[in-house]
């Protein structure tokens, strides 16, 4: 049963539903009035004064318009102004639309889970063209895209067969503006402070900014049009954390002094500052050349580089039964809860450690795209060339300090917490850098890695309209076309321990040392930070390589080339009294995908157990597709849609790249990898969508869509894989047992789905369509509920994290809600947005580059935004202030394992402020 108190949204919605229905229709929409708007000059084709809306109510309606005019079930975010979405980014605009939610990664809104599957189910586009991504996979880091440079963003729900590169739960459209459309020059310019509220620590400030300039021509025969804008930002990386070791798991007899066996357990906890900046720059520009009506170029470049720097500096205590051989660890007084979780006590007799960690991160976006668009009579021909590409590099480096001469023992008091910050307060003093030398730990003195990525797509799209013979009146015209793709990814990770120079032990010199961080928070006090890269250069030794055997599966290059042929009927015509609108059509994709990589061979010599690999296979899907948008009485709108859906496989889990050895006792052999020979995820999908709209401002709606998942990719360990090929030179020991064909394989592979359901409430209301005094006050606000019959086996590096039982789908969030409330009149604009979303399966990044699964705690997220706009008639026409705050409530992200009272991590990024001028001219 759902819980009433979680429900109010939902309850509001059907309540304004139902409410608007009855009484806006009879409503009519009156033309705004003048203190709403900002009148311009007439234009040579009419005597009459042009009413141009601006702020949150114009890209509402841009957005309600977008909406109402697809024959697809969409949801949209438009620009209230050039170089101005409503938010800070543009995960965080996509976050409030209904069916859409955001996962955090170091405090921003990053990537976006659509109608509850993970971000590997939905595509991105960038002006009709699929985008390539920094990240090791396919869904973008929407982080990369400065929101400033983006005038709208489009997601379809539903597909149609001319949507080319179409995801299973979502396509998101990101476009920038097209120049020959707007009537006459614009330009904007606009520079924000910004800072975070947790303010300076060691070598960072707390501060930043964000600089952003646009500017629009055309013509005056609009033959021409330019665009330009560039987007520049340095962000402060400020966090406090908390987290504990995994697995927790239970304890056996006699493992731990003064803990009863079978009482779950956590070996370790680590509390950290981490401090830095992110700085990104980003070019759009767009160039438009119309010499006919016949012909239309379109030129669309986008380039964006961003550079992350970051420190951490971390206390550490291992409370597991090793103790790098300096005595029998003890736990005293502990403290275990009704579920027999572990949850504080005195860890007695353990060695901690002080740790710096450095990342530097470097991302490149590069992409253009070439549009032509020619009418001859009646036909409608476009050819269009893109490519795109990005590179990621960074550098990871970690190097160790404990209290010497050792052992430096110590009592460490724990109180683990699942709604706080959790806490270990130890007993010696740690803050002296004097006293802490660089060292042998049981850690290792050090450990760097130095992954590369690099993701280059090419496309080549060629599409015709035809119209069709008068005798068929229910179709307007066929859209044909084909659209090759050529996609390259690959990734190499080189790796290797950070070791001690020539003078042995040292303590770190004065002239790297930033200065002490407090750990407060987390009961430590303070603790030294310092210049890692400084330190390893000065008194260690880092040689990364690819070639030992864990390493091997991390380098892989896989490569996709994509045909996909389409036909698609549109449909403009009556049954009976109602209107339709709408198209079916089929899409037909031809799949070669492969991939190039390396196993590690244990059978073979030293020396020689990297080997070559090349797998792959080829594959063709048909996906038909039907959409109807019946046009009712009194603006309303009923839409259907059917289809059959794909998502293209992860594309690490197509790595050929893999470990391989034979058991010498049992002659079975056995490994683990990647898997290219993996089908797509394949649906069958069902949306109904009932909307109600009251002129251009405003709309309800409610949807419902079922997705019936034919497969889905589970990564498990399966008997009976053939390793024939594998084995062809391998000669068994003379005392080995004869060597097995077939054993036991780790790897990601296809199975049974599902079913996945939803039900999303939409309202956007100007509360003027019930009372006058309500002037300039409005709300938008969604809910959404999801379900899944899915479960997956949790992947092997992930069930210290989840368990070892079934867990519900990654991404997947039961309740979703969003409001947004403005009031906007007269120049002046206030907002409040919340979003909110109940606990998921998270994927996040794991200390050795690979993906793991978490649960996550339902997060929300509160953001406020205040502005004037100054009227021509102050002399300051054209400009605004603004002043922006997020994540007010400081809400913190945290994660467990299985249960929330045995938690993961804690991690507080603080509340964002923003001060800025914007000037439009």
Known sequence: MLNPRRNLLSLALASAIGFAATSANAQT???????????????????????????IRRGIEDAISVKRDSTSIVEAISSEDIGKLPDVSIAESLARLP??????????????????????????????????????????EFDQYPSELISGVTVYKTPDARLVGQGLTGTLDMQTVRPLNFDEPAGVVSIRGQHNSLGNAADASGYGERINASYITRSDDRRFGFSIGYSHSDTPIQENQVGLYEPWQPIGDGWRPGVPTGTYYSDGIKALRRTGNTERDGVMATLQFR???AW?????????????????NQFEVHIGDYNGGYGRLEVTNPSINGDGTFTGGVANNVYPLVRGMYNHREDEIS???????FN??????????????TERDEVLLENNTQLLPAPQLDSVALDFRSDGFSQLDPGRDYSDPGSLYLTNTIYGSGYGKTPRVEDELRALRLDASVPVPESLGWLVDVDLGVNYADRQKSKWQPEGNINLGAQGETTIGADLQYGLVDLGFAGVGMIPSWNVPAAVARYMSFIPVDNLSYLIPKAWRVDEEITTGYARANIDTQWGSVPVRGNFGVQVQRVDQSSTSRYWDSTRPDGDNVQPITRGKEYTDVLPSLNLAFSLTDDQTLRVALAEQIARPRVDELRASLEFGVNTATGEPGGSGGNPELDPWRAYAFDVSYEKYFGERAYVAAAFYYKDLRTYIYTESRDGYDFSDLLVDYVPGPNEPPTQTTGRFTAPYNGEGGSLRGLELTASLPLDLFAPALTGFGIVASASFNDSDITIPPPPNAQSSVGSEEIMLPGLSKRVYNLTAYYERNGFEARISQRKRSDFVGEIGNFDGDRTLRYVVGEDITDVQVSYAFGDHTGLGGLSVLLQASNITDESYRTYAGTRDRPLEHIEWGRTWLLGLNYRF
Request: net charge negative; charged share 20%; no cysteine.
């Open 99 to 140: 069916g859409l939610s955001a996962q955090r990664v170091a405090g921003r809104a990053q990537v976006i889970s659509v109608r509850g599957l993970s971000p590997d189910f939905s595509t991105t586009l960038l002006n009709g063209r699929e985008m390539v991504s920094t990240g090791d996979n396919r869904s973008v």
């Open 29 to 55: 929409t009156e033309p705004d009035e003048a203190d709403d708007a900002t009148p311009t000059a007439t234009t040579e084709t009419s005597e009459l004064d042009t009413v141009v809306v601006r702020g």
């Open 296 to 312: 239309t170029s379109t030129l669309d470049l986008f380039y964006s580089e961003a550079t992350q720097v970051s420190t951490a």
């Open 376 to 389: 001859l009579g009646s036909v409608e021909l476009v050819a269009d060339v893109s490519y795109s590409k």
């Open 291 to 293: 010499p006919s009506n």
């Open 367 to 373: 992409a253009f795209g070439w549009n032509n668009a």
